[in-house]
Every structure is written in C-alpha cells, then in structure tokens.
C-alpha cells in the first residue's frame, strides 16, 4: 500500500481537463444529494425548493473544484515539473480542494437557508465536513477508474514495445570506426553484433555478440564520446547515464512509467531504462 502511495502517478487534474472533471464534480454532488441526501435535511429553512437548492449547491462545489485547480495548477507547474507527482501528493492537493469547496458552500448558506446562525462556527465546520464525504466518494470512485485506466496504458505501452522489438529486420553490414583516448587503441565496432555499452570510469565495457558467446571488451574511452561517433546510427541510444544501447537486439521490455528493464539474448543481466530516457527509447524503438 505505502508503494502505491509513493509510486509515480500521472497528474489527474491538468487544466485542459478541468472544464470536464468539473462537471463530473457537479453531477456527482447533485446525484449525492438531491438522490441519496445523506445529511439531514430542515425543509423549513429552505428558500428555493429542494431541485433548485441541489442545483445551486452542485454548481457551487462544481466551480469551487474548477477555481481551486485552476489557481493549484499556475503555481504549482513548475514545481510539479521538478518533482515526481504521486498519489499521496494527489490525494492531500484534493483534501485541500474539498476544503475550499466546503468553504464556498458555507459562503452561499444565506442566498440558499432562512437560517439567522448561517455564518456560525458550527455551519463552518459542517459545510467543511459535508464536502470532506462528499469529495471523498466522488475522488475513490476517480482514482479508481483513472489508476486502473493508467495500469491499463502501461501494459498496453510495453506490449507494443515489446512487438516493435522481435520485427525481423534484415541487417545490413555496418561497421564503425572508433576513436579512443589512445590512437593506438582505435577500433572497428560491428553494429551487427553490437548489444550494449557500460561505462566503467574512464573506460567503457563493450558486449558483442560473438555465435553463442558474448564478448566483452574494455576500451579507454568515455560513454559521451562513443554516444557521439555512434549518433548518426539512430537504433543506438542511451537508456541511463551509464549504458548505451542496440535497440535492434533488445530481446525483451519490462518496467512501467518509473523504468524500464531490458533483456538481450546471452546476456546475464538487465539493462536499465531510467525514467527520464523512457520517451526517446520508445521513439527510437518505433524508428528503428
């Protein structure tokens, strides 16, 4: 459960999606309490009929949720950018959001209640707590739909990258002339046999295949400076400060959002994808 909280989770509440996930907020409230009325209800005190209170009450919350988010989102964007957004920062942003929302419904109790104690303590603390329940059904229901909905992107993702991996594709000979730190030292890389590169200080561990063996070699050379005399070979890229890779014989993909995992036939290891080089990896796998 703790991982759950603390995994990372796309943002629910962008500002293109408000006008829409206003309105589910508005339906919510208005189903909620004109249907289910979970709290005690004094007809006496009401100055419209019943109908037009839950109207005004709903649209009330609906715009409150689409304020809140609206003045969260301009201040807190690039704060959000910095930092990894998860459900636990999600589901405090949204007790906060329910708080303003109970907040603007204390604020209309005298347009919609006959009531001379409307801006008491009392009604303060209630109108807060009736917005606590109420958002609280309206966000478990949302999370749901939406986290599953997300679970749902993530294995689509992997699966179609794992299919864009084992396209047969026929290799063409391509051999590339490195350069290392030492002239004595340069050598020809087989692009067709070429798996990955580990950086390894002020060398790089370069894995070939070689029939049903691997080898390793180890070069005195920085990963950047291979990375750039291998750029114009677009199937080769870096997938973590230390590992550059030949995406055409990545034999298999596993990770989500937060990474992925790459497996390479012979190899007796993973290869790690960090979170920050998942979108070129994915572009460079499609492209490829």
């Not at 339906?27 to 109207?55: D, G, M, Q, W």
């Not at 599953?148 to 689509?156: G, H, M, P, T, V």
């Not at 798996?195 to 691997?214: F, H, P, Q, R, T």
């Not at 750039?228 to 550059?244: A, C, D, G, M, S």
Request: overall charge positive; charged content about 25%; some cysteine.
């Amino acid at each position: 459960m703790k991982n759950l909280f603390f995994e990372t989770y796309p943002y629910s509440f962008p500002t293109k999606k408000l006008p829409r996930i206003s309105l589910l907020v508005f339906l919510a409230i208005f189903i909620i309490v004109y249907i289910f009325r979970p709290f005690n209800v004094n007809f006496s005190e009401h100055k419209f009929n019943y109908l037009t209170l839950c109207i005004i009450q709903a649209a009330t919350g609906g715009f409150s949720f689409f304020l809140y988010f609206n003045i969260f989102n301009f201040f807190s964007r690039k704060w959000r950018l910095k930092n990894d957004w998860n459900l636990f920062k999600e589901t405090v942003t949204v007790f906060f959001a329910a708080s303003f929302m109970g907040i603007g419904a204390f604020l209309i109790r005298n347009i919609i209640y006959d009531n001379p104690y409307n801006f008491s303590l009392k009604y303060f603390i209630e109108e807060i707590f009736h917005a606590w329940l109420i958002g609280g059904v309206f966000y478990l229901f949302y999370t749901v739909v939406n986290y599953y909905r997300f679970s749902n992107l993530e294995i689509k993702e992997t699966k179609l990258a794992n299919e864009a991996h084992h396209k047969v594709r026929t290799d063409i000979v391509n051999t590339v002339p490195i350069k290392t730190h030492v002239k004595s030292d340069k050598f020809d890389l087989d692009l067709n046999k070429f798996l990955i590169a580990k950086a390894d200080g002020n060398y790089v561990e370069i894995y070939s295949e070689n029939k049903d063996e691997i080898d390793k070699n180890l070069v005195r050379l920085s990963l950047k400076d291979l990375e750039k005399q291998l750029k114009p070979h677009k199937f080769i890229t870096r997938t973590h400060r230390t590992f550059l890779v030949n995406t055409k014989k990545v034999a298999n993909v596993s990770g989500n959002a937060s990474g992925y995992e790459l497996e390479f036939d012979k190899l007796d290891f993973l290869v790690p994808v960090s979170r920050g080089n998942i979108k070129n990896f994915d572009l460079t796998m499609n492209q490829k």
